[in-house]
T-cell receptor, first 110, second 112 residues
Framework: AQSVTQPDIHITVSEGASLELRCNYS??????LFWYVQSPGQGLQLLLK??????LVQGIKGFEAEFKRSQSSFNLRKPSVHWSDAAEYFC????????FGAGTTVTVRA | DGGITQSPKYLFRKEGQNVTLSCEQN?????MYWYRQDPGQGLRLIYY???????QKGDIAEGYSVSREKKESFPLTVTSAQKNPTAFYLC???????????FGQGTRLTVV
């Protein structure tokens, strides 16, 4: 069965600092991988996705993610965080259904 | 504009009552999903449907029921058998061959 693990429940980062959110998946083949962002009380917005090809994927809002098959990871990064990046971030994997990790809450301090 | 509409945004019900959450999409997507979100637990899949008149249980289907009589609609009924129904419910849809899902804005259900 596929599963997604986000080891960090909560991360606090200073505005302007870099951000990395970890995601590990358990799946037999190369899965379809996604990062979504959610503001409080809202639905989810897709940041980026990986299906195949280049393992470094660029997304919206200055985010990027790197797929590493050897580590079963798909970590999300942003070089310089803005206060508006405070939100909850979800990693997801899809084969025949879309499964999510537990999420990482990002707090941005001034 | 194309999208997914969930209604209502907030819903209050008394314990023991069934309640139906609406999800409508005009994206012409075949697949639709229902998720439940609780703090610290991420999104858990309740039911999904890949095609009209067919649906499958997800990870936490007990106490819930769905129907898929039309391509654009996938209502979720929270029955009195659901022991802890208070939660935020999200509906999503995706197109064939496109595994990206698009989400509605959610319905917050409170059972008192």
């Amino acid at each position: 069965a596929q599963s997604v693990t986000q080891p960090d429940i909560h991360i606090t980062v200073s505005e302007g600092a870099s951000l990395e959110l970890r995601c590990n998946y358990s799946y037999g083949a190369t899965p379809y991988l996604f990062w979504y962002v959610q503001s409080p009380g809202q639905g989810l917005q897709l940041l980026l996705k990986y299906f195949s090809g280049d393992t470094l994927v660029q997304g919206i809002k200055g985010f990027e993610a790197e797929f590493k098959r050897s580590q079963s990871s798909f970590n999300l990064r942003k070089p310089s965080v803005h206060w508006s990046d405070a939100a909850e971030y979800f990693c997801a994997v899809n084969d025949y259904k879309l499964s999510f990790g537990a999420g990482t809450t990002v707090t941005v301090r001034a | 504009d194309g999208g997914i509409t969930q209604s209502p945004k907030y819903l209050f019900r008394k314990e023991g009552q069934n309640v139906t959450l609406s999800c409508e999409q005009n994206l012409n997507h075949d697949a639709m999903y229902w998720y439940r979100q609780d703090p610290g637990q991420g999104l858990r899949l309740i039911y999904y449907s890949q095609i009209v008149n067919d649906f499958q249980k997800g990870d936490i289907a007990e106490g819930y029921s769905v129907s898929r009589e039309k391509k654009e609609s996938f209502p979720l009924t929270v029955t009195s058998a659901q022991k802890n129904p208070t939660a935020f419910y999200l509906c999503a849809s995706s197109a064939p061959g496109d595994t990206e899902a698009f989400f509605g804005q959610g319905t917050r259900l409170t059972v008192v």
